[in-house]
């Protein structure tokens, strides 16, 4: 394969490893996954741009006039299959009362899927790391700031958020969905330095989905990397990119989602960044681990999912399972009710970031509406990048 305009090769025995293990996968066509549509399902998330994203294809080829049928027809040399599978000839559609179409695949084949995409994942991420390491110079995470004769700070005129202001809580307790709707937002949102890493100027008006109050200003690559990688719109991956918002940079993550009042009020995350936590930090001795060059490392690639939701706190329940575990795939490692989780939050949060932990309470749940309106579940769609 090629990524970021390098050729990969790969050992002819691995290839025939890899053969013979596909060749003994055994596919119950009984066994179905749903794999879309899904109502107001977020897109996935991910940082890294593979070649394959399945679902996406899919999805997109299924939505194209006149269906599969169509799709089924192109033009000869056109590539249909998808890691070397031939998905039309094993999906299976289902209509309910004659409306509503659904799409499903036998689950071995949507674990192989699964398992050539983070494939390509990884071999991306490797890639990148190798340009980042041969880069002579990387870019500050801060401008650079000096004191003048009076002692005081000031920055320095060549950083890029020279002539920025910084945030000063001008938007709290707004609400998104008036702000969104107000003439001259976006020219406003772009005066201001991003409220995270304050190195790049913000572009978009990062919101709490949950509760619809505006958190802050943020670039681009901070929106993305505070977005859940969403699989489906209750199912995430919790990948290496949460060790930066749950360990390196905790206190900056939290004072940012608790930016929103009714996370602040109630001591908690939306519910998919609590699930990551979840997953991520209170079930991180659950996770299996094998032998590696340098001690141990974790098996596989931490996945989250829930039922319900947090306007249904008794109901609500996380399961954490490691996919991608030599021990055996998709194992579930923990079900942890969303109350339990809550509770586990604090505790951390607390011991974590105090200062964090003493600005919320439930003494500040005054003047929030009882009943909060749902904003839009995924701001990424056309005509709607800003926000």
């Given at each position: 394969?090629?990524?970021?305009?390098?050729?990969?090769?790969?050992?002819?025995?691995?290839?025939?490893?890899?053969?013979?293990?596909?060749?003994?996968?055994?596919?119950?066509?009984?066994?179905?996954?749903?794999?879309?549509?899904?109502?107001?399902?977020p897109?996935?998330?991910?940082?890294?741009?593979?070649?394959?994203r399945?679902?996406?294809?899919?999805?997109?080829?299924?939505?194209?006039?006149?269906?599969?049928?169509?799709?089924?027809?192109?033009?000869?040399?056109?590539?249909?299959?998808?890691?070397?599978?031939?998905?039309?000839?094993?999906?299976?559609?289902?209509?309910?009362?004659?409306?509503?179409?659904?799409?499903?695949?036998?689950?071995?084949?949507?674990?192989?899927?699964?398992?050539?995409?983070h494939?390509?994942?990884?071999?991306?991420?490797?890639?990148?790391t190798?340009?980042?390491?041969?880069?002579?110079?990387?870019?500050?995470?801060?401008?650079?700031?000096?004191?003048?004769?009076?002692?005081?700070?000031?920055?320095?005129?060549?950083?890029?958020?020279?002539?920025?202001?910084?945030?000063h809580?001008?938007?709290?307790?707004?609400?998104?969905?008036?702000?969104?709707?107000?003439?001259?937002?976006?020219?406003?949102?772009?005066?201001?330095?991003?409220?995270?890493?304050?190195?790049?100027?913000?572009?978009?008006?990062?919101?709490?989905?949950?509760?619809?109050?505006?958190?802050?200003?943020?670039?681009?690559?901070?929106?993305?990397?505070?977005?859940?990688?969403?699989?489906?719109?209750?199912?995430?991956?919790?990948?290496?990119?949460?060790?930066?918002?749950?360990?390196?940079?905790?206190?900056?993550?939290?004072?940012?989602?608790?930016?929103?009042?009714?996370?602040?009020?109630?001591t908690?995350?939306?519910?998919?960044?609590?699930?990551?936590?979840t997953?991520?930090?209170?079930?991180?001795?659950?996770?299996?681990?094998?032998?590696?060059?340098?001690?141990?490392?974790?098996?596989?690639?931490?996945?989250?999912?829930?039922?319900?939701?947090?306007?249904?706190?008794?109901?609500?329940?996380?399961?954490?399972?490691?996919?991608?575990?030599?021990?055996?795939?998709?194992?579930?490692?923990?079900?942890?009710?969303?109350?339990?989780?809550?509770?586990?939050?604090?505790?951390?949060?607390?011991?974590?970031?105090?200062?964090?932990?003493?600005?919320?309470?439930?003494?500040?749940?005054?003047?929030?509406?009882?009943?909060?309106r749902?904003?839009?579940?995924?701001?990424?769609?056309?005509?709607?990048?800003?926000?």
């Open positions: 394969m090629r990524t970021s305009g390098g050729q990969w090769s790969v050992p002819e025995a691995e290839v025939h490893r890899a053969a013979a293990e596909l060749n003994a996968v055994r596919m119950d066509r009984q066994d179905l996954v749903r794999i879309g549509p899904f109502r107001r399902g897109r996935q998330g991910c940082d890294e741009e593979t070649p394959l399945w679902r996406q294809r899919i999805t997109g080829e299924l939505q194209e006039r006149g269906g599969p049928e169509r799709a089924a027809q192109r033009e000869v040399g056109r590539p249909y299959h998808l890691a070397g599978i031939d998905w039309r000839q094993v999906l299976v559609e289902r209509t309910r009362d004659g409306t509503q179409r659904t799409w499903w695949l036998p689950r071995a084949v949507v674990r192989l899927l699964d398992a050539a995409e494939a390509e994942t990884q071999w991306v991420q490797a890639a990148r190798r340009q980042e390491s041969a880069a002579v110079t990387d870019p500050p995470s801060h401008p650079r700031q000096t004191q003048n004769a009076g002692g005081r700070q000031t920055t320095n005129p060549k950083s890029p958020t020279a002539s920025l202001r910084p945030y809580k001008e938007l709290e307790g707004q609400l998104y969905s008036a702000l969104s709707r107000k003439p001259g937002t976006s020219r406003r949102v772009a005066e201001w330095a991003c409220a995270v890493c304050r190195a790049a100027p913000a572009t978009v008006l990062d919101h709490c989905h949950e509760h619809g109050y505006v958190r802050a200003p943020l670039c681009q690559s901070c929106n993305t990397q505070e977005r859940p990688d969403h699989l489906y719109s209750n199912d995430i991956r919790v990948a290496n990119r949460y060790t930066r918002l749950f360990h390196t940079d905790t206190a900056a993550w939290l004072h940012h989602w608790h930016r929103c009042p009714g996370c602040r009020a109630r908690t995350l939306p519910l998919p960044h609590l699930a990551a936590w997953a991520f930090i209170a079930c991180r001795s659950l996770r299996p681990t094998h032998p590696a060059p340098r001690g141990r490392k974790p098996c596989g690639v931490l996945r989250v999912s829930w039922t319900g939701s947090q306007n249904t706190p008794r109901s609500c329940l996380l399961t954490v399972a490691v996919d991608f575990c030599p021990s055996g795939e998709h194992r579930v490692l923990a079900r942890v009710p969303y109350r339990e989780a809550a509770e586990r939050f604090r505790v951390w949060l607390t011991e974590t970031a105090p200062a964090v932990a003493a600005a919320a309470g439930p003494d500040r749940l005054d003047g929030l509406p009882a009943q909060f749902p904003v839009i579940a995924d701001t990424s769609g056309e005509d709607l990048e800003l926000f």
